[in-house]
């Protein structure tokens, strides 16, 4: 028992180190940087979430039935509908731990344990979701489960956000400090 207890550490270790070490390379999932407002993630009041929230992610905007490509290569852990809120949903693990949502999707072409890359088409820009109202655009959010600690005083947009929230700001990460690292 201690050796397969040993076995599993060593092996989860390992999976986590191997997570760490896989180099980032992003692209735009679609359009350009142009089309989303480099301002949007946690505005607030840009759009409210549950109780007044601000908004994770940024809002790239372009023509419905667009291809999406995932921004990094990674794991399809979920694509389905997530919620009343973000409609049809995919969810990328990719490297360093980071989890990519693309939310509002019009249609999902990946299914979960699926292994994606820059060049492969995992849906279709739309409006669903709370987003049936306006232009397609996907709403995407890099979520990480490490805490980022000097990001809790961080100031984005207006630099009108509750303070109730910062905690939340060591998890969901600015898609624009790495997007604008793209290049169109």
Known sequence: MKKLIKC??????????IGLLIPERYQMPCGTTA???HQSFWYHPW???MNGSPHYGVD???KEGTEVRPSVGGIVIYSGKFSEVSGNMIMVLGPKWKIHEYCHMKENYVKPGQIVGHETVIGLLGRTG???KTPAHIHYTIVTPVPHFWLYN??????NQPKKFNWMKMFYLNPDDYLRKTTD
């Open 8 to 17: 599993l550490i060593i092996t989860v270790v390992t999976l986590c180190v």
């Open 35 to 37: 089309s989303y407002n």
């Open 47 to 49: 759009t409210r979430g």
């Open 60 to 62: 790239i905007f372009g």
């Open 130 to 132: 709370n987003a049936a």
């Open 154 to 159: 961080r100031v984005y947009g207006n630099g």
